[in-house]
């Protein structure tokens, strides 16, 4: 995969080979670029209740939905998503993605395993 461009299916390949797995959560992440602003992260999100209502204490988060759709909660708003959708969560705002799918995720600043920032909420 280039280092610097990626297509949908590049990033759909690179989710389901999952480095980083959650299996009571049938997802798998996997980092595309780790810079040192930011962390690029493709994600196979497979089950359709998502991840758990959260916050990010030191990130803000974009989303850009590439395959699959769903229910998406950003803060006090909730809508229907389908692949090409944007989300932006801030840094302290509640947001999940209800859906089975796969999405890249962007965190800033650069994300560091050794110190997760994620807070459940729900």
Partial sequence: MPENFWSPEDVTKKASSGEIRQ???NQKWSVLSRGE???IFAADVGAEEGYPLHVHKHHDEVMIILKGEGEAVVGNKSRMVKPGDILFAPRGTAHTIRFAGVLLAIDSP????GKPD???VE
């Avoid at 650069?110 to 395993?113: I, L």
């Fill in 23 to 25: 299996p009571e959560r």
């Fill in 37 to 39: 602003h930011c962390t």
């Fill in 110 to 113: 650069a994300f560091d395993t």
């Fill in 118 to 120: 994620r807070a459940i």
